[in-house]
């Protein structure tokens, strides 16, 4: 199940940094995932509780902001936001795009609870 790896490694993360901070649990975590990034966003939230078991980030709150899918044309030089259905440029209808976001998967911000 590769959203389950994916959350453990999330987790191990988050856990780290929680302890680089001295803090005694973790609160919240906000991540922000593109949609061409190939996570499953249910399943990732359903493997969250299982994979955080145990650890300083057991009963926080998993927060999922859908980044922006963007490509810049090569052809006319365009950025533009698109829909994962159709990677086309926007202004010249090219297919000669590049993906400049759209498939990261990057832990935004960590919230402690330090007492
Ligand atoms: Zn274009």
């Given at each position: 199940?590769?959203?389950?790896?994916?959350?453990?490694?999330?987790?191990?993360?988050?856990?780290?940094?929680?302890?680089?901070?001295?803090?005694?649990?973790?609160?919240?975590?906000?991540?922000?995932?593109?949609?061409?990034?190939?996570?499953?966003?249910?399943?990732?939230?359903?493997?969250?509780?299982f994979?955080?078991?145990?650890t300083?980030?057991?009963?926080?709150?998993?927060?999922?902001?859908?980044?922006?899918?963007?490509?810049?044309?090569?052809?006319?030089?365009?950025?533009?936001?698109?829909?994962?259905?159709?990677?086309?440029?926007?202004?010249?209808?090219?297919?000669?795009?590049?993906?400049?976001?759209?498939?990261?998967?990057?832990?935004?911000?960590?919230?402690?609870?330090?007492?």
């Amino acid at each position: 199940m590769h959203e389950f790896s994916i959350c453990q490694a999330l987790i191990t993360q988050v856990e780290q940094i929680a302890i680089s901070h001295g803090a005694l649990k973790v609160q919240s975590v906000k991540l922000r995932i593109g949609s061409l990034s190939g996570v499953e966003l249910p399943l990732l939230e359903h493997a969250y509780p299982f994979a955080s078991a145990g650890t300083l980030v057991e009963g926080s709150t998993l927060e999922i902001e859908r980044a922006p899918l963007k490509v810049n044309c090569e052809a006319c030089g365009l950025e533009s936001e698109v829909k994962a259905n159709l990677l086309t440029c926007r202004m010249c209808g090219s297919c000669l795009i590049r993906v400049v976001s759209g498939e990261e998967l990057t832990l935004m911000s960590v919230e402690l609870i330090t007492t």
